[in-house]
């Protein structure tokens, strides 16, 4: 079970109790008095725990997981192990949206934080920390030593933030860790609900977003810039990555080391960007791709495919960079 330092976290639920709110379509009457603590990622999950499976693109993932049950489809069962629980039903992802209210009730909106205190109040605790005016810290945040937190921006509850930091002016930090030496420039949101629902006939059903945003050491984000706390996993920016101003990182999206992205990029969720990865101004990546380490992305391009490593592509869809020259050399004239 992983903890969640914050959301507030009801259960253990009984796993006859999950099958009835979840409407599944095989035959569960066998099981036992089980408790479950918590849904998962795949990768996380632990044996009290529950997970789900909802595209063949992650079996991988899927036959090592320690789930005790998992929510999936008859078509994907196969990719589970033996010993895991399958809960077949007809939309995945609206069960899991579904469970994941019975855990975690308040994490499908962006709820005020009402811990906040002028740092004035509290400065005795931080003092080895700058402030700029109008600057409002939650409960429990922890700020390394040498670092700056600019005008009238918020920290709110149980963020942690690394030494020798810059944060600049209006930064709204929520739902995350940061590491040392991470620049936040003017505006950036960090942390915030991403965008996620299950849309049905009726209505649009919110999805509880219980993940966080982690900052490893010595990224920065350029001004402007909003980063989605995941849904279930993390949102990861990994160490020495630069952001320019007006890129949008979206839910459990992953960026490797050392990547360098120009303004005004779009990350779609759950993507996973490789190591040394260069992307131009402009550009759109699809979600649930992977993009490999030195990879290069021409401006204005739309990614729409994996990428493998040592790659440059450009274009809509985004193509090998000698294959976009011939064919704008063939009808761009």
Same mark, same amino acid.
């Given at each position: 079970m992983v903890s969640n330092q914050f959301f507030e976290k009801k259960g253990p639920y009984p796993l006859k109790e999950i099958i009835k709110t979840i409407n599944c379509l095989n035959n569960n009457s066998n099981i036992n008095n089980l408790k479950i603590y918590g849904v998962e990622s795949l990768i996380n999950a632990k044996k009290n725990d529950m997970t789900f499976l909802n595209s063949g693109k992650y079996r991988d993932l899927s036959i090592k997981t320690k789930a005790v049950a998992c929510i999936t489809s008859p078509n994907l069962s196969k990719f589970l192990p033996d010993k895991c629980i399958k809960l077949n039903v007809k939309n995945v992802?609206?069960?899991?949206?579904?469970?994941?209210?019975?855990?975690?009730?308040?994490?499908?909106?962006?709820?005020?934080?009402?811990?906040l205190q002028e740092y004035k109040k509290i400065k005795n605790k931080y003092s080895h920390v700058n402030f700029g005016k109008n600057t409002l810290i939650g409960k429990n945040v922890k700020i390394g030593k040498g670092t700056f937190i600019g005008s009238n921006s918020i920290i709110e509850s149980n963020v942690k933030i690394g030494d020798n930091c810059i944060i600049g002016s209006f930064v709204v930090i929520k739902n995350s860790l940061i590491?040392?030496?991470?620049?936040?420039?003017?505006?950036?949101?960090?942390?915030?609900?991403?965008?996620?629902?299950?849309?049905?006939?009726?209505?649009?059903?919110?999805?509880?977003?219980?993940?966080?945003?982690?900052?490893?050491?010595?990224?920065?984000?350029?001004?402007?810039?909003?980063?989605?706390?995941?849904?279930?996993?993390?949102?990861?920016?990994?160490?020495?990555?630069?952001?320019?101003?007006?890129?949008?990182?979206?839910?459990?999206?992953?960026?490797?080391?050392?990547?360098?992205?120009?303004? &005004?990029? +779009? %990350?779609?969720?759950?993507?996973? @960007? !490789? $190591? #040394?990865?260069? *992307? /131009? =101004? &402009?550009? +759109? %990546?699809?979600?649930?791709?992977? @993009? !490999? $380490? #030195?990879?290069? *992305? /021409? =401006?204005?391009? +739309?990614?729409?495919?994996?990428?493998?490593?040592?790659?440059?592509v450009m274009g809509y869809p985004a193509v090998p960079i000698r294959d976009f020259v011939k064919l704008r050399n063939k009808y761009g004239k």
């Open positions: 992802l609206l069960a899991v949206n579904q469970v994941s209210r019975m855990f975690y009730p308040k994490a499908d909106s962006d709820y005020p934080d009402l811990n590491g040392k030496n991470v620049n936040i420039k003017d505006g950036a949101k960090i942390g915030i609900k991403g965008f996620g629902f299950i849309p049905t006939q009726k209505k649009n059903i919110k999805t509880p977003q219980i993940g966080k945003v982690i900052l490893e050491d010595e990224v920065e984000i350029g001004s402007n810039c909003t980063i989605d706390r995941g849904s279930i996993s993390d949102t990861v920016i990994k160490r020495n990555t630069y952001l320019d101003n007006h890129i949008h990182i979206a839910h459990n999206v992953i960026v490797g080391e050392n990547c360098i992205m120009a303004a &005004q990029v +779009g %990350i779609s969720g759950s993507t996973i @960007i !490789g $190591n #040394n990865t260069l *992307i /131009g =101004g &402009q550009a +759109g %990546i699809a979600g649930h791709l992977r @993009i !490999g $380490n #030195n990879v290069k *992305i /021409g =401006g204005a391009s +739309g990614v729409t495919t994996d990428i493998p490593d040592n790659s440059q």
